[in-house]
């Protein structure tokens, strides 16, 4: 069975608009693929915890000689990462925050970001480990970062680009909710847009 990892940050609840689209896109993505199954991880009421010295030391020891604290921190992980491996695609929604992504989702990173498990370091450098999956990325902003002036401030979308790619996952669909401070008009414009791209997206996948 396909299954279609939804990963949402948004504090805003009801009102957020990287969820509705994400949320709509994974749901276009299921109708696609008659049995697919949506497993959702809201990070702001579920948010993982960051990572620690119990977390940074843990990773890095044997599993029979962790702590009780050293198994608690590094399953977590374990646990982000298994739902990541078993997914077949990945839907991602933050806000921009501050110019870069979520701190929620920060935080998940952190935990996907494993040696020996998403990525692996040997003579030739770095590989990842997570291949064979399509990411789609939806980012809702404030102001206008696809062009003009404002692109050069964008750090959510290459960050999440080059962490993601770094792990393996080079197959990756940027869905833009651009410019909702900008007024009544153009909120509404982004989201009709970018619900849009979505039903495109979910046509080619
Ligand atoms: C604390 C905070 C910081 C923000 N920083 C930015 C920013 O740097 N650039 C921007 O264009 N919009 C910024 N915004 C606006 C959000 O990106 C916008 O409201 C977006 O819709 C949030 O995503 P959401 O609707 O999924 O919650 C910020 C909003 C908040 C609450």
């Known amino acids: 069975m396909s299954s279609i990892l939804l990963v949402t940050s948004s504090p805003r609840g009801a009102a957020s608009h990287s969820t509705r689209v994400a949320t709509e896109l994974a749901?276009?993505?299921?109708?696609?693929t008659p049995g697919a199954k949506i497993v959702t991880h809201d990070l702001a009421n579920n948010p993982l915890?960051?990572?620690?010295?119990d977390y940074a030391t843990g990773i890095y020891t044997p599993v029979e000689s962790r702590s009780v604290r050293q198994q608690n921190v590094v399953g977590v992980s374990d646990s982000v990462v298994d739902e990541l491996l078993a997914a077949d695609?990945?839907?991602?929604?933050?806000?921009?925050?501050?110019?870069?992504i979520s701190s929620t989702l920060k935080a998940w990173i952190d935990h996907i970001a494993r040696a020996g498990?998403?990525?692996?370091?040997?003579?030739e450098g770095p590989k990842g480990l997570v291949t064979g999956k399509k990411v789609y990325l939806v980012i809702a902003s404030g102001g206008v970062y696809s062009s003009g002036p404002a692109a050069v401030f964008d750090h959510a979308t290459p960050y999440?680009?080059?962490?993601?790619?770094?792990?393996?996952?080079?197959?990756?669909?940027?869905?833009?909710?651009?410019?909702?401070?900008?007024?009544?008009e153009a909120e509404a414009k982004a989201i009709s847009?970018?619900?849009e791209y979505t039903s495109d997206l979910a046509l080619a996948a």
């Open 49 to 53: 915890p960051h990572i620690d010295a």
């Open 117 to 123: 498990r998403t990525f692996s370091y040997g003579a």
């Open 89 to 100: 695609a990945v839907v991602i929604a933050t806000g921009m925050i501050n110019f870069n």
């Open 27 to 32: 749901q276009k993505l299921q109708a696609k």
């Open 160 to 184: 999440l680009k080059a962490a993601l790619g770094f792990l393996g996952m080079t197959d990756v669909e940027v869905v833009r909710v651009e410019g909702v401070a900008m007024g009544p």
């Open 193 to 195: 847009s970018a619900l």
